[in-house]
């Protein structure tokens, strides 16, 4: 853990309640959970909750594990159960023991629903799906008792085990708990327990085609691991009723505490497994990863550090209020990381050509630091020629003094070398400038003019002849609404959001890693793309240099 994550901060209301307990002796060390559904990639609204759960195991010295609730065959997968683990694991946690899954509880969860059904609290139903909606009721309606509430336990038994058997159609019924039709509280007017499905699971195979559902799976999965701080986000605070009533009529090793606390929802993007996966399955993006997606593995891919994401987390801190973060807000994290952290470089996005007319003979290396702060990041060779590149936006004909870049006869320092001053330049047919030429000053090499000249100007340059070739990909949000509509997703989607730039990189920058980071001066943070190689660089931009997210 990086020194941000230990600094002192106030304790927000989940960790007086766990100090209380331990100063009580509710408990004498807690165990918390974090238990997702491999039924995508993970976003940074999990990164809230990994960062929560493990954070506090490791704070009080407890445990963590990593469950993965999988009752929904049809929609997880292997891919998505190993890609999960990954990412917690790049965030820098370790869970606690093998890696769960609630489907290694069927077998219990089965003989729980027995257990209910003996005590005359569970019955198998058969209204299609349509009725039972109908006879749920709504808000401001009780719902009415399915005529199959009061059939006889031994029926109740033998009709589940016929479920179980698959002698029974997908949908043709279902296991409900008996509750209460008239309860305020939807989730309790006798919900599904268990439903059929012919579906082969990740785990299980075959060997079932009853599953039993999230609500039912989830509060005895913890209670089975013997969770003491059962976390979870404010949606799920009036299931909390139904988590109760089922692991009081049921004998279990422990009856966890549910607390919620508000989802963590950032600006121009979306917090949803589902809608996400509708971006990648319309390709609307270059797959899970894509470095525009609030996913963890496309902050990664983007260059964002677990340290940054962690930071984050810990700036948004848990409450229990609803709230939608600035993007600016995740932006300055990675940027105070890699201000510190990341070796600088050169790179020229927007090329046009320098010759310097007075410089004669072999070209020169020159060494520059790679940090200008941290000298044991030592130096990188530089080499300097006749011919250059710089950006087409350093350079104007005419300009008035707020401009400080290289202007028609006038001086400017190129990063890392000489002053140079243009003399004249080439256009092509259209006017637009195709070559700049130059005089440098031999005698300005880390230092200013001898005779007092002030150059004030500093700009970035590669040589043309020792320059990778490479691609920048310059992305902005990924939608153009702050909350996009999740119903009108592909005309909120933002057409700008991903800028592809043909320029030039440092020669060094040939044996940069993927993912490894640098700050690109003048230009932002980079990272180099998995795409990408030594004969094909291709960079992402991580973050611009600046704050950029102004309405
Ligand atoms: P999604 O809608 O993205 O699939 P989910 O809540 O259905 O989200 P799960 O895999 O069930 O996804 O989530 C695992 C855990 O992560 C849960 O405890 C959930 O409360 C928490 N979580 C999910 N999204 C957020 C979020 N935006 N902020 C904080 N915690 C979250
Ligand atoms: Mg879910």
Avoid at 446 to 463: E, Q, Y
Wanted: hydrophobic share 35%.
């Amino acid at each position: 853990m990086s020194e941000l994550d230990r600094e002192v901060r106030p304790k927000h209301f989940i960790q007086q309640i766990i100090e209380q307990d331990l100063q009580d002796q509710k408990h004498t060390s807690i165990r918390t959970r974090f238990p997702p559904e491999p039924n995508g990639y993970l976003h940074i609204g999990h990164a809230k909750s990994i960062c929560l759960n493990f954070g506090l195991a490791a704070t009080y010295h407890g445990e963590c594990h990593l469950r993965f609730d999988d009752t929904n065959p049809e929609k997880e997968d292997q891919s998505f159960v190993s890609s999960i683990q990954e990412d917690v694991q790049w965030l820098g946690f370790q869970w606690d023991g093998s890696v769960r899954y609630a489907s290694n509880y069927f077998e219990q969860l089965h003989q729980y629903a027995v257990d209910l059904i003996e005590k005359g609290l569970a019955y198998v139903c058969f209204l299609n799906a349509e009725e039972t909606r109908a006879y749920r009721g709504s808000l401001t309606e009780t719902g009415r008792s399915s005529p199959y509430r009061d059939t006889a336990v031994a029926d109740n038994l033998a009709l589940f085990e016929q479920m179980r058997q698959g002698q029974f159609s997908e949908g043709h019924c279902v296991l409900r708990a008996k509750i209460d039709m008239a309860s305020p509280f939807m989730c309790m007017r006798d919900p599904v327990l268990y439903r059929i499905r012919f579906a082969e699971h990740h785990q299980t195979k075959d060997t079932w085609c009853i599953y039993p559902m999230y609500d039912f799976t989830h509060c005895i999965s913890d209670a089975i691991e013997q969770i003491t701080h059962s976390l979870c986000s404010l949606e799920f605070q009036d299931n909390r009723r139904l988590y109760d009533w089922i692991l009081q009529n049921i004998s279990v090793p422990a009856t966890p505490h549910q607390y919620e606390f508000s989802r963590l929802n950032l600006e121009y993007t979306l917090m949803s497994k589902r809608k996400l996966s509708e971006l990648v399955d319309n390709q609307w993006v270059d797959g899970w990863d894509d470095p525009r997606m609030p996913t963890i593995a496309g902050l990664r891919r983007r260059g964002y550090t677990p340290a940054a994401v962690r930071d984050f987390c810990q700036r948004i801190g848990v409450t229990k209020q609803e709230n939608c973060v600035q993007m600016n807000v995740l932006e300055a994290c990675i940027r105070d990381d890699l201000n510190v952290n990341s070796p600088r470089a050169m790179a020229v996005l927007d090329p046009v050509k320098v010759v310097i007319e007075n410089f004669t003979g072999e070209p020169e290396s020159l060494s520059a630091p790679c940090h200008p702060d941290t000298p044991a990041m030592g130096q990188r060779s530089l080499p300097f020629a006749k011919t250059l590149w710089i950006d087409r936006a350093d350079f104007k004909e005419e300009a008035n003094k707020k401009y400080k870049r290289l202007v028609l006869g006038k001086e400017v320092r190129l990063r890392n070398a000489y002053v140079i001053q243009a003399t004249r330049v080439d256009k092509d047919a259209e006017g637009h400038i195709t070559c700049i030429y130059a005089q440098y000053d031999p005698a300005t090499l880390g230092c200013a003019p001898t005779d007092g000249r002030k150059v004030k100007g500093v700009i970035h340059w590669v040589s043309a002849e020792h320059a990778q070739p490479a691609e920048f990909r310059v992305y902005d949000r990924l939608f153009k609404v702050s909350q996009p509509d999740a119903n009108t997703l592909a005309e909120s989607l933002n057409p700008d959001s991903l800028i592809v730039k043909q320029g030039y990189a440092e020669p060094s920058l040939v044996n940069a890693a993927v993912g490894k980071a640098y700050q690109f001066e003048r230009e932002g943070y980079f990272c180099l793309d998995k795409q990408g190689n030594s004969d094909q660089l291709i960079f992402n931009r991580t973050v611009a240099l600046r704050e950029s997210w102004t309405d």
